[in-house]
């Protein structure tokens, strides 16, 4: 009776497959802020980094090189090359991991990346991440992304599905072409580099997920 998609890049497609517009009902993902917060303000709750270090984020499962954290492993080894204190956070499991840390090690990074598995305390750590990365190919409306805005975190992300519904480019932070590493790199450096440019774009991609949806506001509707 009706088709429910949670972006108009996700309608879009049905739409392309036949669908009739007027069956399909756009219900973004929503954000409990106020639960985010208080998980936000506490302490990782697991071994965790040295977050005065130059810190990136990746928030994607494991299971499938649609989240794209091979290229990220490749823009990682360029931003280090720059910012030789960089490091990368890979929050997430599935079966690709094993492949990933052997990737990590032939590009001589192993020991920036952090690999922390299925995490409870995913809000602790973007909240104290200078920046979080979405390099998939495929998206619909990114969780991992609305909670990197909540928790003040400037996002590159892939102008892919419904990822520029949510990342204004230059704004709230940097959209790039999937499969991209060299420009992942380049957006990624410059986020490290220039803490007034981060804060910035933390604090407007915060502002821009209070005016989202909430999950309230779509429960009641």
């Given at each position: 009776t009706r088709v429910l998609v949670?972006?108009?890049?996700?309608?879009?497609?049905?739409?392309?497959?036949?669908?009739?517009?007027?069956?399909?009902?756009?219900?973004?993902?929503?954000?409990?802020?106020?639960?985010?917060?208080?998980?936000?303000?506490?302490?990782?709750?697991?071994?965790?980094?040295?977050?005065?270090?130059?810190?990136?984020?990746?928030?994607?499962?494991?299971?499938?090189?649609?989240?794209?954290?091979?290229?990220?492993?490749?823009?990682?080894?360029?931003?280090?090359?720059?910012?030789?204190?960089?490091?990368?956070?890979?929050?997430?499991d599935g079966v690709r991991r094993p492949l990933l840390e052997r990737q990590a090690?032939?590009?001589?990074i192993a020991g920036q990346c952090f690999?922390?598995?299925?995490?409870?305390?995913?809000p602790a750590l973007l909240a104290r991440s200078w920046?979080?990365?979405?390099?998939?190919?495929?998206?619909?409306?990114s969780n991992a992304i609305l909670e990197a805005m909540a928790a003040g975190a400037p996002v590159v992300a892939t102008a892919v599905g419904g990822n520029p519904e949510l990342v204004s480019d230059g704004a709230t932070g940097f959209l790039v072409p999937p499969a991209c590493a060299d420009l992942l790199a380049v957006r990624i450096r410059a986020l490290?580099?220039?803490?007034n440019l981060s804060r910035a774009m933390g604090i407007a991609?915060?502002?821009a997920v209070a005016r989202w949806p909430s999950t309230t506001r779509h429960a009641s509707a």
């Amino acid at each position: 009776t009706r088709v429910l998609v949670n972006a108009r890049a996700i309608r879009d497609l049905c739409v392309e497959d036949g669908v009739a517009p007027e069956r399909i009902s756009i219900v973004r993902n929503g954000l409990d802020l106020e639960v985010f917060d208080r998980a936000a303000a506490q302490a990782p709750n697991e071994t965790a980094p040295d977050f005065s270090k130059p810190t990136v984020a990746i928030v994607a499962n494991m299971h499938h090189p649609v989240k794209g954290q091979s290229d990220l492993l490749l823009a990682m080894r360029q931003v280090i090359q720059e910012v030789p204190d960089a490091q990368l956070l890979l929050v997430g499991d599935g079966v690709r991991r094993p492949l990933l840390e052997r990737q990590a090690e032939a590009l001589g990074i192993a020991g920036q990346c952090f690999f922390l598995g299925h995490r409870l305390d995913v809000p602790a750590l973007l909240a104290r991440s200078w920046c979080a990365v979405s390099a998939s190919y495929a998206e619909g409306i990114s969780n991992a992304i609305l909670e990197a805005m909540a928790a003040g975190a400037p996002v590159v992300a892939t102008a892919v599905g419904g990822n520029p519904e949510l990342v204004s480019d230059g704004a709230t932070g940097f959209l790039v072409p999937p499969a991209c590493a060299d420009l992942l790199a380049v957006r990624i450096r410059a986020l490290l580099v220039d803490r007034n440019l981060s804060r910035a774009m933390g604090i407007a991609g915060r502002r821009a997920v209070a005016r989202w949806p909430s999950t309230t506001r779509h429960a009641s509707a």
